[in-house]
């Protein structure tokens, strides 16, 4: 077959699975069925490849290219045909409004009733029925996004006011993945369901989709849905619009936001009825997703069209998203938005770096939308170095059983030395857990001074039986009952986690909580004031997200209601007693694919839907070497959970599934190949994946993950109760405290010994009236600090005036050379705001524009753009002149002749004016 030919089979296929009726010109009968792909269709301007009918009319064409041909302007071809039909022949409108370029891998699609159609690719073809929904709009979403009205702000942050704003202008340029960086507390969510409501009124989206990280975010989500009120009428959102969040794999027609986690949606692309709400409650920040060696496949589901949301809502973009389950967003024909507090660089990267807000926690401290944090550390003899027991004759020690709780009292096997990795793991301490519960009960006065209340704590246990063990002793040592201190997760029973966590939010007890990951991301609780860590974390993103959780602000009669002698909230205090502020973190975290991998986090990845050869061989593996350990009762446990099935028998199936001879032959009868061939790349990975998820499916079921993995453990934990804690330190973090206030005295002495000598120095000394920076003055002195016997960095100093002074730090800075300017002045005036020269140009250039706007200046958005890229050129380079605009960046976007073009004589005094308004 002829790489043309294989290019038009493909596309056949795709088309046939969109819902068109694959004709040749000689046998057409456009009759057929309400969408009609015609093969080779004759045009004054040449032969379309297919020409699509829909219910009886031409409406668009196809273009077939052979794999591997680019595609990158094929649509002056596809768009010639567009022009070509006879003026006799029915047809919604000339020229035809929708083309597509493809190559059966590779499809585009370009829709000619939008302004500045630009072709975009597309997992598939559209279904008939969605061309023709388009056709018929009098205006296309794309088009009304450059007529939003004016935003109505009243109830909204200045931050949110700008996060709307500037998505809806990165929405109207066309771009299509759109990235909103807002700290946790500062109003993200309704930020998102205002800009919901605005996509669906005015831009008249058909539906959009709100992603969240686990199922009671989920929950959280509806209810700021349900709590929203139209700025613009009398109406509550869903009084107005359906939502929906969805509990079944089914979505409403009638619905114009769905929510549901990504695991869920994946179990809908590949067709499944039912998917398990177990399998949505935990966080995917944690999941192993490098297990995986390539994006979890998606094919073609017909009765989810690619058509079906036209935004795409991603809250709290953890790194998964965009590694395992990227395929399962661009299969949709979408806006990506993100949300996240905590970007990574693969995050900023997938959405190609369109940040379009960027509001850290610092900035939201500075502004009074966050609280900052104070740390307070407990350390002790063994959380930090473990402990030994020593076996003795005629002495017992208590084990307990993981699985049914009960202790029994027997000598040790031999002396058990463990480790602090090991702490309520294998071993549980109890006067280590009691050591910690009561030094912070102790220090409370300290930690809280002038408070008589325990304040809102949250406290992060390793495991449900760690937090079991920690709720057990608090309720002890602090001497009260079963309300004060309660065990917030997803296996807490009686009360429902959610009444619960409604509980800790709004009402007095309970005072303290403990959770393993439920609370740790996303959710809201205003009157935490402190927050324990019992656990360490070693991802960034995790444990900002989980910090995240004490930084809400809340006003004070609201604080009041829950804690009486709380005034204020005015910070919130993280009690270290892992060192989890002081271990190293990584942004991402890697891990070693196959032995390092936990068999839990293996499990975690199978019951959200994945299904990859590496996984699969993996899990084999460890299923193998379980059978020969296990006794008969776990085992008779995991035959019931799986229908039957014993572990071998399971291990067998799944190795089976990936069997390279298997799947061929399976792969050559499913798709009727010739004996003296091979199926293709793409019929093998097809049939394979079908395989797998066979294979896998025993493993959804939430009973049979927890019975493998009660095996696997040991049954049995040593309980400690011989070995005597001892406190090793408590108290504020003050070393690192200490470190940065010399960096500074040594910042401030440069200063005082260079002021005479260094010209900008000089100059932000004397302050000059009209005097200015140049770029090579303060190229000089970021170099002279670098120099012996300084030796001092622009990034270090900024932390350290952070660490010493936070409240007067407004964002991360020192990365850009002219950010050196920011440290002279806050060294010079430490009441100032140490701020950005990128932040304090983009504060000056927003008040340039206001006043603009004001005397009625009104600019375009090529203007606006040139506008920008000056802003950006000025805060890096402190000036900017006319022979600039030839150069990086300005270049590319048509250079001083196209700056003239758009601003005329008015050129170079508006340069003249940003240079004076905005430069440092």
């Known amino acids: 077959m002829t790489p043309e030919a294989l290019a038009r089979t493909r596309i056949d296929q795709k088309l046939q699975a969109s819902g068109w009726i694959v004709q040749d010109y000689s046998e057409v009968n456009i009759s057929a069925g309400l969408g009609v792909a015609i093969r ?53 409108r000339l020229p035809l409004p929708f083309a597509y370029e493809s190559t059966g891998v590779e499809t585009q699609f370009s829709n000619y009733l939008e ?43 200045k931050v949110q006011v700008e996060s709307i704003l500037n998505l809806e202008r990165s929405l109207a340029e066309n771009r299509p993945r759109s990235l909103i960086q807002m700290a946790t507390g500062s109003g993200k969510t309704f930020t998102a369901v205002n800009f919901c409501y605005r996509l669906i009124k005015f831009a008249k ?55 549901t986690t990504i695991q869920r949606l994946y179990s809908m692309l590949k067709g499944e009825e039912e998917f398990q709400e177990e399998n949505e409650e935990a966080s995917l920040f944690e999941t192993p997703s490098s297990v995986i060696s390539e994006p979890l496949p998606v094919v073609y589901n017909a009765q989810i069209p690619i058509g079906t949301f036209d935004f795409i809502v991603v809250d709290e973009c953890h790194r998964s998203i965009y590694n395992i389950w990227r395929q399962v967003l661009d299969y949709f024909d979408a806006f990506l938005i993100g949300l996240t507090a905590t970007p990574t660089a693969q995050t900023i990267g997938f959405f190609k770096k369109n940040l ?95 408070r008589s209340e325990v304040p809102k704590t949250l406290i992060f246990a390793k495991t449900d039986q760690h937090a079991e063990d920690i709720v057990r002793i608090v309720r002890e ?40 990951d439920m609370i740790a991301t996303g959710t809201d609780v205003k009157p935490l004031e402190c927050l324990l860590f019992m656990r360490n974390i070693r991802s960034l993103s995790y444990f900002e997200q989980m910090k995240g959780r004490g930084c809400r602000v ?58 990859d050869p590496d996984l699969v061989t993996a899990l084999a593996a460890r299923l193998a070497r379980l059978a020969q350990q296990l006794e008969p009762e776990p085992t008779e446990a995991i035959e019931e959970a799986s229908g039957g099935k014993s572990l071998d028998e399971l291990s067998s199936d799944l190795l089976g599934s990936v069997d390279p001879d298997e799947v061929t032959t399976e792969a050559v009868t499913k798709f009727n190949i010739p004996g003296d061939q091979e199926p293709t790349e793409e019929q093998y990975k097809e049939v394979e ?119 007067k730090v407004k964002g991360h800075g020192g990365k850009q050379l002219v950010d050196v300017i920011a440290l002279v002045r806050h060294a010079l005036d430490p009441d100032s705001l140490l701020s950005t020269i990128g932040e304090t140009v983009q504060q000056r250039y927003q008040d340039w524009l206001a006043n603009q706007e004001a005397k009625g200046a009104k600019f375009t958005l090529d203007q606006r753009k040139w506008l920008d890229a000056i802003k950006d050129h000025i805060a890096t380079s402190l000036a900017i002149e006319q022979d600039d605009l030839d150069d990086v960046p300005f270049n590319q976007i048509g250079g001083l002749g196209k700056a003239y073009e758009l601003f005329g004589d008015q050129l170079a005094a508006i340069l003249e004016e940003l240079n004076a308004r905005l430069a440092a």
């Open 40 to 92: 080779e269709f004759p045009l004054s301007t040449g032969f379309a490849d297919y020409m699509l009918y829909v219910d009886g009319k031409a409406i668009g064409v196809v273009e077939a290219k052979p794999d591997g041909h680019t595609l990158a302007g094929v649509e002056t071809q596809s768009g010639k045909y567009l022009q070509g039909l006879p003026n006799n022949l029915p047809n919604y």
């Open 115 to 157: 302004p500045d159609a630009r072709s975009r690719e597309v997992f598939s073809f559209h279904q008939p029925g969605e061309l023709l929904h388009l056709v018929k709009l009098e205006q296309q979403t794309r088009g009304l996004l450059r007529e939003m009205p004016e935003l109505n702000s009243d109830r909204l942050w």
């Open 205 to 259: 989206a058909k539906r959009i989709l709100f992603l969240v990280d686990r199922n009671n975010l989920g929950k959280q989500t509806l209810n700021e849905f349900q709590q929203f009120d139209s700025p613009y009428n009398a109406y509550k959102f869903t009084e107005e619009f359906t939502i929906q969040h969805l509990k079944r794999n089914t979505i409403d027609p009638a619905s114009k936001v769905c929510i």
């Open 356 to 450: 379009v807000q960027e509001y850290t926690h610092e900035k939201a401290v500075t502004d009074g939308v966050n609280v900052g944090y104070d740390v307070y550390r407990i350390e002790t003899q063994v959380t930090k170095d473990g402990a030994e027991l020593i076996k003795q004759p005629g002495i017992f020690v208590p084990h307990r059983d993981r699985r049914t709780k009960k202790k029994q009292y027997k000598e040790l096997d031999d002396d058990l030395t463990y480790t602090a990795n090991q702490l309520d793991r294998d071993v549980v301490c109890d006067d280590q857990i009691r050591l910690v519960i009561k030094t912070f009960r102790d220090k409370l006065p300290e930690i809280f001074p002038g």
């Open 477 to 516: 040592e602090f001497g009260k009952g079963n309300d004060f201190c309660q065990k917030i997760t997803s296996k807490s029973t009686g009360k429902k986690p959610d009444d619960l966590l409604a509980e800790f939010r709004t009402m007095y007890n309970p005072r303290i909580a403990v959770t393993v």
């Open 554 to 611: 809340i006003d004070s009669d609201t604080l009041l209601s829950v804690t009486p002698d709380a005034k204020h909230k005015t910070h919130f205090v993280i009690v270290d007693a892992v060192g989890v502020c002081e271990s190293e973190k990584t942004a991402t975290k890697p891990l070693d694919r196959k032995p390092s991998v936990s068999t839990e986090k293996l499990m975690g990845l199978v019951a959200t839907g994945a299904a």
């Open 689 to 807: 994946q079908e395989r797998m998820r066979t294979a896998l499916k025993p493993f959804h079921n939430p009973k049979l993950r927890g019975s493998v993995l009660n095996s696997k453990r040991s049954l049995e934990q040593v309980i400690d109760e011989r070995t005597t804690d001892s406190l090793i330190r408590a108290g504020f973090d003050q070393a690192a405290r200490e470190k940065a206030q010399s960096l500074i005295s040594s910042f401030c002495q440069f200063i005082e010994d260079n002021k005479s000598e260094i010209e900008a120095l000089q100059i932000l000394y004397s302050k000059p009236h009209r005097a200015r920076l140049r770029y090579s003055q303060v190229k000089q002195l970021a170099q002279a600090i670098q120099r012996p016997p300084y030796s001092l960095n622009s990034e270090r100093l900024w932390h350290a005036f952070e660490t010493v002074a936070p409240e």
